[in-house]
């Protein structure tokens, strides 16, 4: 339970200067001393230069094996080993609180707050194991079956043309990203929460500071900023959940809020499933749609190709997701002793698995590099990861992203790059905060 507001007052800021110490102050100071060492996980985590183009640095782990040891346990590039981890019973996304040093525990305890939780907190079901991870699963997964992600077709559509159209009235450079490529999915899963449409400005930018909290070793200032923004959403949900109590729609959250008592969520659980459907439903998709723009523009016979033939959009965003995937790492730990790629990996043992290098995983992809949206094995990718925790919203995200891209192709077949493109400074999610781009 929180405390009370006139006690938790004084509190916070001792809470948050806790909460950030044990989860980014200490990771960072841990981060720098491994990158001094070398250590290639912790120059993904630090170095600016490896966040632009990680790609160098996936080929030089490959090239030391499939299973290789980092200051962060152990980490895979190889797509067989990837596959086998995320799919394995020996391995889980939680970690056991009890075997942590006791001033952790503490420090853990002391600054923990529903109000300034993240989605990679517990329980959010990214970060918990069966059997809770098994209910908030079945919970939400009616919501997202491929017949209930057809039906959002038409107003996916919809959305897509009037963004457009906004558009169309617009005449010189344009940042995509802000115009387009961010509002599609928001106003998407918005629909999809019953959340006002007239809030996405809000949430765009909770999302965007809150997007931080991924990254191990914030900053501080980041992570205060970040967490205020958490607050905000927490905020907000706490407002939606009431109104949905008082006047259902047909919507998913409407359900979640209604449920007997027998299946009802707590608040807590509440919070953290909504709040990860919501930041996962448009901080990652706002990701796919900017990067295969970039791509095509890269790319402009490939892209030209589309214009030509709109049927190859479901291959072009297959192969945009393996190439620069808007994921690229998780991670799991193992809870059993188990042998991976000829190794034992003992209980605890992390396993950051490098969603973006397995998906240039020669063994699996010919000639992984050059991007070719005619590649017939690109959704062999990992994007979406795999096993229990595979993206719920992985056919959503691809209907957005076809519905989007060929849209804004069929408008603007001659939109071209104009300026920089500015990327976000994250490492767990890639993908562009800035794209500036000539519409004619
Ligand atoms: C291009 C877009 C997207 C990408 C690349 C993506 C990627 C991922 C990945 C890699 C995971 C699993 C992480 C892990 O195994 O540790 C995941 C999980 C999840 N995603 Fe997505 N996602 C996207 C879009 C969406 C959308 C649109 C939604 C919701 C509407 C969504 C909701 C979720 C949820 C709820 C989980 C947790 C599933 C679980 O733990 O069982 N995602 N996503």
């Not at 109000?115 to 997964?141: C, I, K, Q, Y």
């Not at 790319?299 to 190439?323: C, F, I, M, N």
């Not at 519905?403 to 071209?416: C, K, N, T, V």
């Amino acid at each position: 339970m929180d405390s009370a507001p006139a006690r938790a007052l004084p509190l916070r800021p001792a809470r948050t200067v806790v909460r950030w110490g044990v989860r980014h102050g200490l990771p960072a100071a841990y981060l720098r001393r491994s990158v001094r060492a070398g250590d290639p996980v912790a120059r993904f985590l630090r170095d600016r230069a490896v966040r632009d183009d990680p790609f160098p640095l996936y080929e030089e782990l490959r090239a030391r094996g499939p299973l290789v040891p980092s200051s962060l346990g152990l980490a895979t590039t190889s797509h067989a080993v990837a596959r086998e981890v995320l799919r394995s019973e020996s391995f889980g996304v939680g970690w056991d609180r009890s075997a942590a040093p006791g001033w952790v525990r503490w420090a853990l305890a002391f600054g923990d707050d529903l109000d300034a939780s993240g989605v990679a907190e517990p329980p959010s079901m990214l970060v918990v194991d069966p059997p809770d991870h098994t209910r908030f699963r079945r919970l939400v997964n009616r919501a997202f079956t491929p017949r209930a992600t057809a039906q959002f077709e038409p107003s996916i559509q919809g959305t897509a043309d009037r963004l457009l159209d906004k558009l169309e009235r617009r005449t010189g450079e344009v940042d995509l990203v802000g115009t387009y490529a961010a509002q599609l999915p928001v106003l998407v899963i918005a629909e999809l929460l019953g959340v006002p449409t007239g809030r996405r400005e809000d949430f765009l930018r909770w999302g965007a500071a809150a997007a931080a909290t991924l990254d191990p070793g914030l900053p501080f200032r980041r992570y205060v900023a970040a967490e205020r923004a958490l607050r905000a959403m927490h905020a907000f949900l706490r407002q939606h959940f009431a109104r949905l109590r008082r006047e259902p729609g047909e919507d998913l959250v409407s359900r979640l809020v209604g449920l007997p008592e027998d299946e009802a969520l707590t608040e807590r659980e509440l919070h953290a499933t909504v709040m990860l459907l919501l930041g996962a439903g448009f901080e990652t998709t706002v990701n796919l749609l900017g990067n295969a723009v970039v791509l095509l523009d890269a790319h402009r016979d490939q892209w030209k190709a589309l214009v030509a033939d709109p049927s190859g959009w479901t291959g072009a965003v297959e192969e945009v997701l393996r190439h620069d995937s808007p994921v690229q790492l998780t991670g799991r730990t193992a809870t059993a002793a188990v042998p991976v790629a000829g190794r034992e990996v003992h209980p605890g043992t992390r396993v950051t698995v490098l969603l973006g290098a397995a998906n240039r995983d020669p063994e699996v992809f010919p000639d992984p590099a050059r991007f070719d949206i005619t590649r017939a094995d690109a959704r062999e990718h990992l994007a979406f990861s795999a096993g229990i925790h595979y993206c719920v919203g992985a056919g959503l995200a691809r209907l957005e992203a076809v519905i989007g891209l060929r849209s804004l192709a069929e408008r603007f077949p001659d939109l071209r790059v104009s300026g920089a493109p500015v990327r976000r400074d994250l490492r767990t999610l890639r993908g562009f905060e800035h794209l500036p781009v000539r519409l004619r």
